[in-house]
């Protein structure tokens, strides 16, 4: 028997992945210090609380980097950088998902939908929380709560697996089992697979 009635996966680092190379060349092509700009926290939260859109998000990023064109065309160039699905990722919580339910629980801006239908994973899971949808967002213990309860199991009966050790940490102080992602071969082993 395993020691988890549900598994709860953060989505970005973890299932979906992202090209950091070519994000790492569009900051030293432009020399502007992208990164930091886009997921500073007073641009970044209010996209994933969904208090503004990806675009306004995308806007605010260019304007905080000057504004103009040469601004610009590195944000639009960065908000497009591709991202795939890790298979290897997928087919370990496909795996968990025969047993348990499966909740995708995710700190996202409003294009989320479009982006699981791109991916492929707009069925994949049985539930999706998502912060842009709920207004929360990791590590915020309420939005963990409401994955449980969505998963239809005790938060203490979650497996929580994130490549962000402080959502991981938070996870634990709510009595989940959490596990830090940094290759599938983590998941693996905390899955039993």
Known sequence: MTSYDAVLSDLDGVLRQFDHVAQADIEARYGLPLMKTAFAPERILPATLGQITEAQWVESVALALGGDERARQAVAEFAEVS???????RALLAKAQERVPLVLLTNAMDTLEEHLDRLGLTYFADAVVSSARVGLAKPDPRIYELAAQVAGVAPSRCLF????????????????IGIHFTEAGDLARALSL
């Open 83 to 89: 991202f795939w699905v890790d298979e290897e990722v």
């Open 161 to 176: 697996v994130d490549d962000r050790l402080e959502n991981v940490e938070a996870a634990r102080a709510l009595g989940m």
